[in-house]
């Protein structure tokens, strides 16, 4: 549907032909499509999912104008393309299509019919739109989008003033934390990779089209479902526990140091930092912890937490040093050095009321973003300015363990 009406527009424009609406196209490629053999299978799928794909087109094109006439932030897009088909398959059903959770425990989808559901959790409120996703590995997962009440998540404040951290985050080890206390990569990001790699070169032998590629697709698919899950699981548990021990975390931003590493590119382990850092955001907002993002030309490693001055491993030779000593002759784990230098600087944003996320006392600092959990994202555009985070030292002679 969504495909039929970009064509629908394509063609408009080619002919010259003034923009067609969502309702001239709900009549042509909807109600009169339907009459056609070739497209007879429409009556089949609930007319509001067809609806709703008509409305996500007309918002692409919508897009795209205002772009076009420089209103819209970020950069100019281009017109909406067909969408490609895949080997995962979604459909969205809004309260419109008028899909619902039964008292048994089914699922109601129009047109579909009453689906049993294994429930992973509770619903906490009513949900205003359910997701149906069809893996590649041939599995159905629903998603729903519900409201939750913004407390339904804060933790007791700790007491402690020292129950915080900085989160240097690394190759060797997945973080080091304070006082050199380390998150280890979990030993699955390398057998996982191994596997895929091996699974995706079985792939690749198989003919275009036999039977046998069909299998080791799905084969590549399920390693790719394994690792996702696995990654998913470890993060959430070590989200837990950094929010739950800690009052307030300072973390780098996703830098160069971690992510420019040429062969190493996509690896689960980056991926997965990604992933880490969106969620340890997220969680911590919403337990009402202090999360400080520092900038990321913050030369965390090149700085002496003793002296200030800077100094230190820098760049990619930077990644093979352990250890270093600096000219005022403090010798430093490089690492943990970092994670100082990280901690210091959150401390010294938050006091400046720079940090851009929840302050320690829960209130979101933000403006217009009431309530939101963070989009890492979306916030990109208002991180604090570089100007005075790359030349800050911190104070000679104070060393924060
Ligand atoms: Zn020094």
Redesign the pocket.
């Known amino acids: 549907m969504f495909n039929d009406a970009v064509a629908a527009r394509k063609q408009a424009h080619e002919q010259g032909l003034p923009y067609p609406t969502t309702a001239v196209l709900s009549k042509a490629l909807i109600t009169e499509a339907k009459r056609t053999p070739e497209r007879a299978w429409l009556a089949e799928v609930s007319a509001a999912i067809l609806q709703q794909a008509l409305a996500d087109a007309d918002r692409a094109y919508r897009n795209f104008f205002t772009s076009i006439k420089g209103k819209r932030a970020g950069a100019r897009m281009g017109p909406p393309r067909f969408k490609r088909r895949t080997h995962a398959q979604s459909i969205r059903f809004t309260r419109n299509a008028k899909f619902r959770v039964l008292d048994n425990g089914r699922l109601r989808l129009p047109k579909i019919g009453d689906m049993r559901v294994a429930w992973s959790r509770e619903l906490p409120s009513a949900p205003s739109s359910v997701t149906v996703v069809k893996t590649p590995t041939g599995k159905y997962y629903a998603s729903f989008v519900v409201a939750v009440d913004d407390g339904a998540d804060l933790l007791e404040p700790l007491a402690d003033p020292e129950a915080e951290t900085g989160i240097d985050l690394g190759l060797k080890d997945f973080a080091v934390l304070r006082g050199g206390k380390v998150i280890e990569n979990p030993k699955f990001f390398g057998k996982l990779e191994r596997k895929l790699k091996k699974a995706q070169r079985v792939l690749a032998r198989k003919a275009k089209g036999s039977v046998n590629r069909a299998k080791a697709r799905i084969r590549v698919a399920k390693v790719h479902e394994k690792i996702k899950h696995t990654r998913s699981d470890w993060i959430d548990k070590q989200v837990k526990t950094l929010v739950g021990e800690n009052q307030a975390l300072y973390v780098e931003d996703l830098n160069v140091k971690g992510l420019a590493r040429g062969r190493h590119a996509k690896s689960i382990h980056d991926a997965a930092f990604g992933m880490f850092l969106v969620r340890l955001e997220s969680k911590a907002s919403r337990a009402g912890r202090t999360f400080v993002k520092v900038d990321r030309f913050f030369p965390s490693t090149m700085l002496?937490s003793?002296?200030?001055?800077s100094d230190g491993p820098s760049g990619v030779q930077g990644l093979r040093v352990r250890s270093w000593m600096?000219?005022?002759?403090?010798v430093h784990d490089r690492d943990q050095n970092a994670e100082i230098n990280i901690r210091r600087e959150g401390k010294r944003m938050v006091a400046e009321g720079r940090s851009d996320t929840l302050n320690a006392s829960g209130q979101d600092v933000r403006p217009g973003r009431p309530g939101r959990p963070g989009n890492p994202r979306e916030g990109q555009n208002e991180e604090p300015t570089r100007s005075g985070a790359a030349q800050a030292a911190p104070e000679p002679g104070i060393a924060v363990l």
Do not use: I, P, R, S
């Open positions: 002496c003793l002296c200030g001055v600096c000219g005022c002759g403090a």
